[in-house]
């Protein structure tokens, strides 16, 4: 299993300016994963995150928009950035063990 | 390329009822599959999978789906429901090979009655 911490838990910003999210895990892991929970919609996949490369995202995410870092096995950042009010949403980091997918209580972004 | 279809947004049930939520995937490949349920500002916690074996799989506090291949379904039951089972309950996917990228459906927001 995976127990990971995820801040801040939720954020009012202002739009153009930027939010830092931080995700740690409990153990080491090759792959984190970023995703987004939109209100009534499925829970999309931003970009998978490998300790020592850029990380890998998915179509309709972009690097510029969403950039991340992974500085080493157990910890990563996703930056939402110059954001405005349709990134208003829950963002989530995950990690996946074997064959189970465990998940940081999320951070709940509003944007004003 | 996988999808998920959970065809009800919003299930309310009285407690002590029976409950199914449904979930219909499609892909191309083999899949494992999960029910993950969220309680109110709380993260994704696995409820259960099927991975293989046995198409009956049950989940610690009286939950049970059934994987039925040739209708591609996974629906989720529960026999009698409580106050405390209301949160939103997703479905998901996973390719068995490869990189594990979950799709996930949009949620099923049961909400138990007294």
């Known amino acids: 299993s995976a127990v990971i911490s995820q801040k801040p838990s939720r954020d009012i910003c202002q739009r153009g300016t930027s939010l830092t999210i931080q995700c740690q895990v409990d153990s080491q892991v090759t792959m984190m994963f970023w995703y987004r929970q939109q209100p009534g919609q499925s829970l999309t996949l931003i970009a998978t995150?490998?300790?020592?490369?850029?990380?890998?995202?998915e179509s309709g995410f972009v690097i510029d928009k969403f950039p991340i870092s992974r500085p080493n096995l157990t910890f990563s950042t996703l930056t939402v950035s110059n954001m405005s009010p349709e990134d208003s949403s829950i963002y989530l980091c995950?990690?996946?063990?074997?064959?189970?997918?465990?998940f940081g209580q999320g951070t709940r972004l509003t944007v004003v | 390329a996988q999808s998920v279809t959970q065809l009800d947004s919003q299930v309310p049930v009285f407690e002590e009822a029976p409950v199914e939520l449904r979930c219909n995937y499609s892909s191309s490949v083999s899949v494992y599959l999960f029910w993950y349920v969220q309680y109110p500002n709380q993260g994704l916690q696995l409820l259960l999978k099927?991975?293989?074996?046995?198409?009956l799989v049950e989940s610690i506090n009286g939950f049970e789906a059934e994987f039925n291949k040739s209708q591609t379904s996974f629906h989720l039951r529960k026999p009698s429901v409580h106050i405390s089972d209301t949160a939103e309950y997703f479905c998901?996917?996973?390719?068995?090979?490869?990189?594990?990228?979950?799709?996930f459906g949009t949620g099923t927001r049961l909400k138990v009655l007294a």
């Open positions: 995950s990690v996946e063990t074997g064959t189970e997918a465990f």
């Open positions: 099927y991975l293989s074996g046995s198409t």
């Open positions: 995150a490998n300790q020592g490369s850029e990380a890998t995202y």
């Open positions: 998901a996917v996973a390719p068995t090979s490869g990189t594990y990228k979950y799709i």
